[in-house]
Every structure is written in C-alpha cells, then in structure tokens.
C-alpha cells in the first residue's frame, strides 16, 4: 500500500505532461507516476545494485551473449539498469533515452544516476525517432518505457517493433519489460514473435507481475540446456543476480514444441 511509504519528493503537471512523485519506506526509495504503481526502486545502502526482480531477469541477456559492446536503453525511470551497468560492467557503452526531462533531473537528484561519461549517455529525447536514425547500432536493446497510463501506446504497433528489431546488430537481442495484466498482453506477444519470427523467451517475474521478453536477431548461438545452466551459475557468482531461477523459470514457461526457438536437452 501506498499509505506505508513516505513521500519526499512531488511535481506536479507543469511544462512537462507528467507528474512525479518519490517516496521512501524502510530504507528503499522509489520513484512514482502519479500513480500507486512504483516505476523504479533504489536501496539507500546500495544505489547501484538492482532493487526490484524484474530489472534483475531484464539482465538475462547476458546467457545469451555474454559480450556486449553497445547497449541502447528506452525509458530511464529510476536509471536502476543504467547505474547497475555502468558500475558492473564498466567496458559496455550505454545510451539511455528518455522522453521527460523531469525524469532526468529527479535520477540525478534523487537516485545517484551519475553523469554522462565515456560509457553512460543519458539523451533527452523520443526513443523510436532515435532508433529510426541509428539502425544497426546496437548489441542489446531494452525497452522499460512506462507513462501513467501504462506502456505508451505507440509502442503496441507492429511497426514499433519493426524499429526495435531493425537498431539491432547480429546476434543482438531486445528486452522489453511488460505486465501479464496488461490488456494488451496477447497483442504484445503476437506482434514480437510476428518481427522476431517466433525467436523470443518470455520470463515471468511474479505473480502476474512484470514479464521479461527476450527478441533474438538471430537464432541464439548457444542452445544447449547443460551449457547454459552452467553459464547461469557462472553469471549469478559474478553478478549476485538470480540468473539460474530465472533460467529455470525459462524453461518452464518456453518449451512450445511449435515454436521456432527450441533448445537441446
């Protein structure tokens, strides 16, 4: 409930058609769009570290290409992937585009989002002209775009993710954050494996809560269960991130005998 946290932090509508609000309780700060939903948490004792189960599975991109060089981030919110990135994984060049300008300010004020360097480039702008101009430019692609109202709603078409796959390099891979209980669900899923020809993983994260869906360019290059089990160890030792119940929860939920994307068991 909302009523548990304390807000420290409120703008109302003004040159920007947003409001934002932030809140702490129990030492997690979080950031809110005039609603009860929470766009983004911070642990006030480790701002770099990723506070909420979905920014943690969005990281599973890293089973299937281990090496990234560039990485393109729609939607900024509480900048929790960026700052966890440009922490822990300092050779990966990230740009961040954010439609609010208030957004900015307040993950620099009030969320430790540290300032543009060699690595981290946080762009004021719309994502999809961005991503029309700069095809082919990226290795992964996450897309974790929220308004008050949910998704905005020109990132439901067809031609949206159009876009999406066409910023991709070889063997890059989308990320995109959703809600199971988003009416537009189905349509969502359709429409990526209709782009992505059928090459996609969805990861639940919580009940029905925040589904992670990978896009693959290409077909991944390793699909072998063994292996990447074995990797999902590796990379929960590295990265303190759950990737082997997340792997698990791969498995689970992705094993249509119809679908393009099968894996060597």
Request: aromatic share 10%; with cysteine.
């Amino acid at each position: 409930m909302r009523d548990l946290f304390k807000k420290i932090f409120f703008e109302e509508v003004t040159d920007d058609d947003i409001s934002i609000d932030v809140s702490e309780s129990e030492g997690i700060r979080s950031l809110h769009f005039a609603s009860h939903a929470i766009q983004s948490s911070m642990r006030l004792k480790k701002p770099f570290h990723l506070e909420l189960t979905y920014t943690r599975a969005m990281m599973m991109f890293l089973l299937f290409h281990p090496r990234p060089k560039k990485i393109l981030l729609i939607g900024l919110g509480g900048a929790s992937i960026p700052k966890f990135i440009h922490r822990f994984l300092p050779d990966m060049k990230s740009t961040v585009v954010e439609i609010h300008r208030k957004v900015i300010s307040v993950a620099h004020q009030m969320f430790h989002l540290p300032p543009n360097d060699k690595s981290l480039k946080v762009i004021h702008g719309d994502g999809i002209p961005y991503m029309k101009e700069h095809p082919q430019s990226t290795d992964i692609l996450m897309i974790d775009a929220f308004d008050p109202e949910g998704i905005p709603r020109n990132f439901r078409s067809l031609s949206f993710f159009d876009v999406c796959k066409s910023t991709l390099r070889a063997h890059g891979i989308f990320v995109m954050n959703i809600w199971a209980s988003d009416p537009h669900y189905d349509l969502y899923i359709d429409r990526m494996r209709r782009v992505f020809d059928d090459l996609i993983l969805v990861i639940p994260t919580g009940k029905p809560g925040n589904q992670i869906v990978l896009g693959f360019h290409d077909l991944p290059r390793e699909l072998d269960v063994k292996t990447l089990r074995v990797k999902a160890k590796s990379l929960e030792k590295t990265y303190g991130l759950e990737f082997l119940a997340f792997f698990n929860q791969l498995m689970l939920h992705n094993h249509q005998p119809s679908h393009t994307l099968q894996f060597d068991r």
